[in-house]
């Protein structure tokens, strides 16, 4: 297995733009994690899905973030308009639901709004 | 608020000698403690992970110590090697949040040779 895949890895765009951020999950895991990671606040679960549901979203910060999974294989993270705070590491992760295996992290998408 | 309170925030150690991260917890749902280790660059990956029915897990130089009265456990890292130096969390997992893992803040490790 290829592991979690997120894409980009490095994005930069300017404050206003759209982002969105890309992620596939490992065949088979039925919960699917968005990461934000900065050195202010570490890392910061901003929502995640069981069986492609959201479960729990309180960890967005604004509106400006949205994030779907249409599918068992696929999740995008977008964000309109982009800010520069939201210059971050954003990561997805997957796991088996009450599993030892834990997460499986990808290597993460790097986010820069200039 | 934190669930899981996680220190040192960094740490300086000397190749061979120990590391020694600790973190603790207040809810009692918790039923699972994974650490997680971060090389720059990359996704946190799954080090080592323990229950709260044993008191201590042991993979090679790593081992877990768990107290569940203090509601708390520790990562050592023993004869400590350069390549040892990454971002370290801890982490626990709630039955009454099946599947999501509350983390903590990272310890940063720097192991000099």
């Known amino acids: 297995d290829a592991g979690v895949i997120q894409s980009p890895r490095h994005e930069v765009t300017e404050m206003g733009q759209e982002v969105t951020l890309r992620c596939k999950p490992i065949?088979?895991?039925?919960?699917l994690f968005w990461y934000r990671q900065t050195m202010m606040r570490g890392l910061e679960l901003l929502i995640y899905?069981?069986?492609?549901?959201?479960?729990?979203d309180s960890g967005m910060p604004e509106d400006r973030f949205s994030a779907k999974m249409p599918n068992a294989s696929f999740s995008t993270l977008k964000i309109q308009p982009s800010e520069p705070r939201d210059s971050a590491v954003y990561f997805c992760?997957?796991?088996?639901?009450?599993?030892?295996?834990?997460?499986?992290f990808g290597s993460g998408t790097r986010l820069t709004v200039v | 608020q934190q669930q899981v309170k996680q220190s040192p925030q960094s740490l300086i150690v000397q190749k061979g000698g120990i590391s020694i991260i600790n973190c603790a917890y207040e809810?009692?749902?918790?039923?699972?403690f994974p650490w997680y280790q971060q090389f720059p660059g990359k996704g946190p990956a799954l080090l080592i992970a323990i229950r709260p029915d044993v008191s201590e897990k042991k993979e090679g130089r790593f081992t877990i110590s768990f107290n569940k009265s203090a509601k708390q456990f520790s990562l050592h890292i023993m004869d400590s090697q350069p390549g040892d130096s990454a971002t370290y969390f801890c982490a626990a997992r709630g039955t009454d949040s099946w599947g999501k893992l509350q983390f903590g803040a990272g310890t940063q490790v720097v192991v000099t040779p």
């Open positions: 065949s088979g895991h039925d919960y």
């Open positions: 992760a997957s796991s088996i639901g009450g599993s030892d295996y834990g997460y499986t």
């Open positions: 899905f069981n069986n492609n549901v959201p479960i729990d």
């Open positions: 809810n009692t749902a918790f039923d699972y």
